[in-house]
């Protein structure tokens, strides 16, 4: 009977011992599961805190609209932005240097395609052949009209933003839109428009990969830049906008009288 007894309390023991086991194992793998879970969401955290230029919140593809555009600013097809790239080159060595006009250069296109056609399909004839069959080309009216919604939408997007600039709401970005187009002003004087457009079309082909390779060296060396950039306009505003600003005389405002 003693012997049964102290074979039936060692049962006791083993089995509350796997109970607790599994109990412990399970609070160590629920634990272990919580710090798991909680560990991208500080990840997450530390992402969000990260300072992008200009607010940036996306990634570079979709922030220049996704699609086929973007793959090629962004280097995606080598072939085709070097393609592009080649082709902008090629008009602004045309125009720029070799002071091509635009209408002689599509005059002499077209002399020569009407050339080649003509003198192919009179060919065509002592060949025993068949002439060739021109397609007809016709601009689709869907085509059009997308692109003039498009330009409908973009123009009334920049003008609502020329009224909120131009409103007096926020003078930082009323002094910044005057800088830039100050800036823009300058580098209009040193070279005609063909020569400015060639070198954004360039930029953006350059600038959006090269920010996308260094993104995080860009990004730490932009928020230094506007943090310095604040703290001037922190003392120019204290030491000169708001001495600019009380001298401005305030007329009485007269109020309205309810009928």
Request: hydrophobic fraction near 45%; charged fraction near 25%; include cysteine.
């Amino acid at each position: 009977m003693a012997e049964h007894a102290t074979e039936h309390e060692s049962a006791e023991k083993s089995l509350m011992e796997k109970i607790s086991d599994k109990i412990h194992g399970g609070d160590d793998s629920s634990s272990s599961s919580d710090s798991e879970t909680d560990k991208p969401s500080s990840v997450d955290t530390v992402k969000a805190k990260i300072f992008r230029l200009f607010g940036r919140e996306q990634p570079v593809h979709k922030v220049l609209g996704g699609g086929k555009p973007a793959d090629v600013f962004l280097w995606r097809n080598k072939k085709i932005s070097a393609s592009v790239l080649g082709g902008a080159t090629a008009m602004w060595v045309f125009f720029e240097l070799l002071e091509y006009h635009l209408i002689t250069l599509v005059c002499h296109i077209s002399i020569l395609a009407l050339a080649g056609l003509f003198l192919w399909a009179n060919a065509s004839t002592f060949i025993n052949k068949s002439p060739p069959q021109i397609p007809v080309v016709s601009i689709p009216e869907k085509c059009v009209l997308e692109v003039a919604s498009a330009l409908r939408i973009e123009i009334n997007c920049a003008l609502a933003v020329l009224r909120d600039i131009a409103s007096g709401k926020d003078l930082k970005k009323f002094l910044g839109v005057i800088a830039g187009l100050w800036v823009v002003s300058i580098v209009g004087s040193w070279c005609n428009f063909l020569t400015l457009f060639y070198i954004a079309f360039v930029l953006l082909h350059t600038v959006p990969v090269i920010y996308e390779k260094y993104e995080d060296q860009i990004d730490s060396f932009g928020e230094k830049a506007t943090m310095e950039i604040k703290k001037q306009y922190k003392v120019f505003d204290e030491k000169v906008l708001s001495h600019v600003l009380a001298k401005i005389p305030k007329g009485p405002l007269k109020e309205k009288k309810k009928d």
